[in-house]
Structures are given as C-alpha cells and as structure tokens.
C-alpha cells in the first residue's frame, strides 16, 4: 500500500524563482527525488530571432533582473567575436568594472538576505534583523555600492540601459566616481566584518563528488570574458563548449539539464573557486585563509565564504580600475554585421552564461542558444536533493521540506527571477 503525503509550500522567499519538488521514499529509501523548474527565459532565444544583430544585449538582460549584466556580456561577447572586434582597453576595463557592480550587488543580496538566516535560524532575513540588524545592514551597505556602480556606468541597477555592442552610449568622467569610492571602501569593512561572522557559522560536512567547470583567464580572475577550463583537465573556447556541454530535456520539468561529456557538473562560486584561487587577487587570498578556506572548496554549505571572498575580490578589483581610469576617447568600438556564428561566456555570480547567435549578411539573428547557469546545474543539485533526503529520510515532511530548501539555496539558483521556491509532495511507500 503506498501512503501518499503532499506538502505544498507556495511563497518560500530566499530562492529567487518557482519550481516544484517530488520526493519517492519506498521502504525507506529514496527511489527519486526530481526538483521540476519552470523558466521563462528559454522563450527569449525564439524572441531573438529576426531581430537586428544590435539587439540582444538589451532583450536578454530582461531575463534577469539579478544578473542583467552578466546576459548583456555574454551576448556582446558572442556578437562582437563573430563580428571580428575587439574592445579598447579602456572600453573593456569599464565593462569589467560594470560586472564587478553585479557581482557585489548580487553576492550580498545572496549573502545577507537569503542564506544567512538558513545559519543562524530566522525564517527570512526581517525577522534576523530583530536580533542580528548588523549583518542586515552590512548586507545592504555592500549592495548599495554595487549597485551604485551599475547606475553609474549602466543608468540604472535593475536592466541597465548603456550597454551596447562595442561598449557603452556614454562613459563617466572620473570625477563621478567619486562617492562610488567611498561606498565601496564602506562594503569592503563590511564584507569583511561578514566574511569573519559566517566563518563561525555551523557548517554541515559534505563535499560534492563532480566536475567543475568555470571561465578562466590567463592574468586575473575570471569575471566577464575568458576560455572555458574544467576540473577534468578541459581547455575549451567559448565555440567549443557545446561539443562537451549537451543540454536535454527531462520528463519533469520544462527547465533543459546540461551535462559536461555525459556526466553531471557544476558552475559557480565553487568552480570559479576552485578552479581559479591561484588568479584571486593576494588580500583576497588572505583574507580566505583567515575565513578558514584552502585553495579549493567542494562543501555547498561553505560557499557562503566563497561569495563573501568574491565579494571582497570585486571590491578590490573595482577600486583598482577606477585608480587606474581614463576616461576613453570613444563609447564604443564600431560593430559591423558579419554573416556567421559567434560564442560568448561570461560568469555570472551564479556561475558560467553561455550565448551562441548565427546572423545572417544583413545583420538579422536568425538564431540564438542560452544556457544559464542554473541549468547547467540542475543535475547536481538533484543529487544533493537525493542525498539530502536519504540523510534525513525519517524526519516529518515539514521538517524534510525545510532540510531540502536549505539544501537548493545552497546553490543560489535563479529560478524564474521571481521569489518563491517550491511545492513539495512526497509519496512514502
């Protein structure tokens, strides 16, 4: 006889999207647990097509209102690489700069607002800021100077409007960095002050058994552009990457899964960690050893401490572009339309976006691929789900629900881009 239990929990904030859970325990063991995601952005690789070559850095930075830079470099990486140009160096170092608001602003969002209160307890970031409002405001002190950076060089923090192939419509004059300076001097404290609270933080033992796969370059850390490396000894281009990275649908949920040669992988902090520590910046290097972290970390628990070390890096990283700045001699690098294919990556703060557009002669996309970070995820998320079930296959189903949340926000996935996570039914047999 098989006992059928539903948990339905409609609104979870702290996960940015929608999706659905269903567990299968038979004779105490889990026979599946499958987490259906449901993610409007894949439609905006069909509302590319017949647009102008000119457009989808703007289209596809409203697929996230989290990570809109992050869609606008990838798609400027592709076109410009297929268009044959190369960004003026002080053309890229602001474009860097940009991405550097993003990550700030979207690790502390992730940071203070979503994961923390999973550590100390609260059911959401309001009610830790009743006993804990110094972590609350330290979090929105450093999104504050990212996103004081992302008005500043993209006119706005949410879908920035400055972005274009080749660069930018307008750049700052130096003097307008100014009170970013000062904002991103604050957060550095405040991030550090964070990252030495959360080293205390009770962390499970576990340690993810899967590849990794993270952009890298040769002279810094990866943030905007770079080739693809992976744990298992992959040097890839952007091009080709979908030779190793095959994306496929699964009966329970519309969402893709990617897989790396067939096998399961992961992207994000953890890779980017990992795969890059030796390219971190050294008082980023410092200031993770003194936050309890080696050279590498596969514990999804520990990447709070990751994100924090990020976050100290962008800052770090910002305020040196802006001490080096001049002021460019021109917005943008002119783009001419060229018929063809071109592959762009850049990372996220949730990991490696990958954009592939084939124009035609006359400037026109005729098609588009995106794989989002969370989708190449998605696989070993499932497997943490399966673990974390198995570990905790007697508690109640509330009580289970709440284990395999904690479990998912580990990961930061974006979802939807909306705030809410998961129906949970588990069928006990």
Excluded at 145 to 155: I, M, R, Y
Excluded at 278 to 299: D, K, M, V, W, Y
Excluded at 311 to 327: F, H, M, P, Q
Aim: glycine letters at 6%; one cysteine or more; proline letters at 6%.
């Amino acid at each position: 006889m098989i006992r059928r239990r539903q948990l339905k929990v409609g609104s979870l904030a702290r996960v940015e999207g929608e999706g659905a859970l269903r567990v299968v325990i038979a004779e105490g063991q889990v026979e599946s647990a499958e987490l259906n995601i449901y993610e409007p952005p894949r439609f905006f690789e069909a509302f590319l097509r017949g647009r102008a070559y000119t457009e989808p850095p703007d289209i596809t930075s409203r697929i996230c209102g989290i990570c809109p830079v992050a869609y606008q470099t990838s798609a400027c990486n592709a076109l410009e690489q297929l268009c044959g140009v190369e960004l003026d160096r002080p053309l890229a170092d602001l474009r860097r700069l940009l991405y550097c608001g993003e990550w700030i602003s979207s690790h502390a969002l992730h940071i203070h607002l979503l994961h923390t209160p999973d550590f100390l307890g609260y059911p959401d970031a309001i009610a830790l800021a009743t006993d804990h409002r110094e972590l609350v405001e330290q979090g929105l002190a450093t999104k504050k100077a990212g996103n004081a950076l992302l008005e500043l060089l993209g006119g706005r923090a949410i879908h920035p409007v400055n972005v274009r192939l080749g660069g930018f419509y307008s750049v700052p004059e130096l003097a307008d960095f100014a009170p970013v300076i000062e904002l991103l001097r604050d957060a550095r404290d405040c991030a550090e002050r964070t990252g030495l609270r959360a080293a205390a933080f009770d962390f499970p033992e576990l340690e993810l058994d899967c590849a990794f796969l993270a952009a890298a370059a040769p002279d810094r850390y990866a943030i905007d552009s770079g080739t693809v490396h992976t744990s298992t000894g992959l040097r890839l281009s952007a091009a080709e990457l979908p030779v190793h990275v095959r994306e496929h649908q699964v009966p329970h949920s519309t969402a893709l899964h990617a897989l790396l040669d067939g096998e399961r992988y992961l992207t994000g902090p953890l890779a980017r960690y990992t795969l890059n520590y030796h390219q971190l910046s050294p008082s980023a290097r410092q200031f993770a050893a003194e936050i309890g972290l080696g050279t590498e970390c596969r514990n999804p628990f520990r990447s709070i401490l990751v994100r924090v070390v990020e976050v100290v890096y962008a800052i770090d990283e910002a305020l040196s572009l802006i001490d080096a700045y001049e002021r460019p001699s021109r917005a943008a690098v002119p783009v001419a339309p060229r018929a063809g294919t071109g592959h762009g990556v850049s990372e996220a703060p949730r990991g490696l976006l990958y954009h592939r557009y084939e124009i035609d002669g006359h400037g026109i996309v005729r098609a588009a691929t995106i794989i989002p970070p969370t989708s190449q995820n998605q696989a070993v998320m499932e497997d943490d789900l399966r673990r974390a079930v198995a570990d905790n296959v007697d508690l109640d189903d509330a009580a289970l629900a709440a284990v395999c949340e904690r479990a998912i926000r580990n990961y930061d996935p974006c979802i939807s881009c909306s705030a809410h996570f998961l129906d949970l039914d588990v069928v006990r047999r």
